[in-house]
């Protein structure tokens, strides 16, 4: 157990007057204030409850400790058998921190070097770096002589720096034996966590933790790890400033919009039983920071539809950034997962980066050390991209590390086969081929061959041949040294991206036959998803046209004379209703696409029985609010509606055909200036290729 060395003092303090003593004459006795102990009689409370003893507040004696002579010996034992820890530079800061962040009083450099066992001069030293760190959050650092040393700033600001304290430096495993309810003697002795732990109240930490994993439960969305710590720590911290009557302002039209998202009900379920299991009143205000950081959490929605007009908004930017990085990188991904990976993280990550919430990346340093050229590149893209938005190197290192999952994956798709030869066949090919396998791990079968031996060898039946010798009558060989210097590996990594990209091109010609062939074995129950899914194809393809909206009519009156028309062909029920919902979904985000000539308006509705996607040429342009709240001159309309109620696997078709847009700049030209043979041609091949995609997986 950790205990401070004020609350070493205060108890000392209590021992020594039998008789018992006033809260004045204790914070006389230590120079602070009488709020700075009663702050920290909550402390003194818990921990004479180890010892089974109670501090009594009597009227005309004061504080009086409470108990068995048995209890209070060992405190005393305790109390002297405590010895100054030895902490490194960071420690100690980090230590400062936590005093300073928990009481809102000032502190006296004195009791600060007698807590750290230093001298007060290089305490004053410590609190210049501290003072640097607490700038980041928005935090200043008062110190002033005979006043003491204070932490200012506004409620939200200090919380946040509490809990990224907390959770950069309280390891999830430390955390876990607390949540699974471990006493301290359990625990393997840990001065830093425990001065960590000490910010919070473990059984309200239980509380919360059982409250949020109770609501975890019961919604359908994942939480990373870390997004699920990071907010039992900030709502336990909020419980024990609301109990200190450190109350968190927030601006009443923001509070507004937060009330809209479906998070401020889950937010405000998890206020609700809190207040009855904890005893304690939770604002308003609180509840709004609560769905702040539900909104921020790292939820994967690799299955949420990107018809929802801010998934399709950051759609087009994963795009960019994708293509940035392959350009840069002079390849190819083709990986469905990256894109969908980056799409679920970029979401959350964009509100946090808005709304200042700090994110901790503890991979970072391996990350800018393991793909250091891969990080410079995505930060210069994703600061392109996200503009006018500041991307953190925290978000960056996770945004590389997708990057990086993708370039591992590239790299198992197409195993190789090398050659290696060098003068005998022996020694240096065996080192050499070590450090092949070590390097890429894509080169899965290595043969070694000496100089005799190789004409013996078809070089042909071979992805590539390295030889530590040169070689007579070979055209393409890469001549290395058998510990292969870092340009000897890039020329090779190099070749090899350059042989994925060829052979992916060639495989991507081959791969229908291929799923064709693999169709035959699915499972019964994908029948169902198939005939949905050709269902939506027949009533999509079948109902799609190019249509002229003149210029006599404005932009507002063509889309409601196309909803009229689709009424009374029976696809809706109510078209002043469903133009009204595309009016509002416009005003919410804008539906112009960056960078092109086109609209997508969309919507899901009661209103609507059957799926639709239909193109409008404008016979006069129109300007409309863009995805990334720019004008932009539109001159096409994609109009695309789909039922409320219907089955997941038919909502992920639609969001693949809206997809299919910013597919690549070939689809988006067709898409702005094809006719309607040519865009309906590229609507059928690519039904047909997601058709075949799901006979190919096999899965309901």
Not at 419 to 436: E, F, N
Request: proline residues 2%; charged residues 30%; hydrophobic residues 40%.
């Amino acid at each position: 157990m950790y205990i401070s060395a004020r609350e070493r003092n205060i108890l000392q303090f209590l021992l020594k007057e039998k008789q018992g003593t006033t809260i004045q004459k204790i914070a006389d006795e230590l120079d602070v204030s009488t709020r700075t102990i009663q702050r920290d009689l909550k402390g003194i409370e818990d921990i004479l409850k180890e010892y089974k003893l109670s501090l009594a507040k009597q009227s005309g004696v004061g504080l009086l400790i409470q108990g068995g002579q048995e209890g209070i010996e060992q405190l005393q034992q305790f109390l002297q058998s405590l010895q100054h820890e030895e902490y490194t530079p960071e420690e100690r800061q980090m230590l400062l921190l936590a005093v300073l962040l928990r009481h809102r009083a000032p502190v006296k450099l004195f009791a600060l070097a007698d807590e750290l066992n230093v001298t007060v001069a290089t305490v004053s030293n410590d609190l210049t770096k501290v003072e640097a760190w607490l700038e980041a959050f928005e935090l200043g650092l008062v110190r002033k002589r005979g006043y003491g040393v204070e932490i200012k700033g506004e409620e939200k600001n200090i919380r946040r720096a509490m809990s990224r304290l907390i959770t950069e430096h309280l390891s999830e495993e430390r955390f876990y034996r607390v949540l699974t309810n471990q006493t301290a003697s359990e625990m393997t002795t840990d001065f830093i966590s425990e001065r960590l732990l000490h910010l919070m109240d473990l059984k309200t930490v239980r509380h919360v933790q059982q409250a949020v994993e109770a609501i975890r439960r019961r919604t359908p969305e994942q939480m990373a790890d870390s997004s699920y710590i990071g907010l039992i720590v900030h709502v336990a911290l909020a419980i024990e400033r609301i109990r200190h009557d450190e109350n968190i302002e927030i601006d009443p039209h923001y509070l507004e919009t937060l009330r809209t998202h479906k998070e401020y009900d889950v937010a405000r379920r998890l206020a609700k039983q809190l207040e009855h299991t904890l005893d304690v009143d939770i604002p308003d205000a609180e509840v709004g920071y609560m769905t702040m950081h539900l909104l921020g959490a790292k939820l994967r929605f690799e299955r949420e539809s990107l018809l929802e007009e801010s998934n399709f908004q950051m759609a087009i930017r994963v795009k960019q950034l994708i293509e940035g990085v392959e350009a840069s990188l002079g390849l190819t991904f083709q990986d469905e997962s990256l894109f969908h990976g980056l799409l679920a993280h970029v979401k959350p990550a964009m509100y946090r980066i808005r709304e200042q919430m700090k994110i901790y990346n503890p991979l970072l340093d391996k990350i800018k050390e393991d793909y250091e050229d891969l990080f410079r590149q995505v930060q210069g893209l994703a600061q392109q991209v996200f503009e006018p938005l500041h991307i953190p190197d925290e978000e960056v290192g996770f945004l590389v590390m997708h990057f990086g999952s993708a370039l591992e994956r590239k790299k198992r798709q197409l195993p190789l086969k090398a050659l290696v030869v060098c003068s005998s066949g022996i020694g240096s090919s065996k080192l050499l081929a070590s450090r092949l396998e070590k390097e890429f791990p894509e080169i899965t079968t290595i043969e070694n061959a000496s100089l005799f031996e190789l004409e013996e060898k078809n070089i042909e039946s071979f992805d590539l041949l390295i030889s530590t010798i040169p070689l007579q009558n070979v055209e393409r060989y890469f001549l290395v040294k058998p510990f292969l210097s870092k340009q000897e590996v890039a020329r090779i990594r190099d070749f090899i991206d350059r042989y994925h990209q060829e052979q992916s091109n060639v495989e991507k010609k081959i791969n229908v036959k291929r799923e064709i062939r693999k169709g035959h074995s699915t499972n019964a129950g994908i029948f169902k998803k198939i005939a949905d899914v050709s269902y939506d194809m027949e009533l999509i393809l079948s109902a799609f046209q190019i249509r002229l909206i003149e210029k006599y009519l404005s932009f507002e009156e063509g889309l409601a004379e196309i909803c009229e028309g689709f009424e009374k062909e029976g696809y809706i029920t109510n078209a002043t209703l469903v133009v009204e919902s595309l009016f509002e979904r416009e005003a919410a985000g804008g539906l112009a696409i960056p960078n092109t000539s086109l609209a997508l308006f969309h919507t899901r509705s009661d209103e609507i029985k059957k799926p639709l996607f239909t193109i409008y040429e404008l016979e006069t342009p129109v300007i409309r609010k863009g995805m990334d709240g720019e004008k932009i001159l539109v001159k096409r309309i994609l109009l695309m509606l789909a039922p409320l109620k219907i089955e997941e696997h038919q909502l992920a078709f639609l969001s693949y055909v809206s997809a299919l847009v910013i597919d690549s700049e070939a689809h988006t030209r067709i898409f702005e200036q094809g006719t309607e043979e040519e865009v309906g041609s590229l609507l059928s091949e690519a039904c047909h290729i997601y058709l075949l995609s799901i006979i190919n997986k096999g899965e309901n």
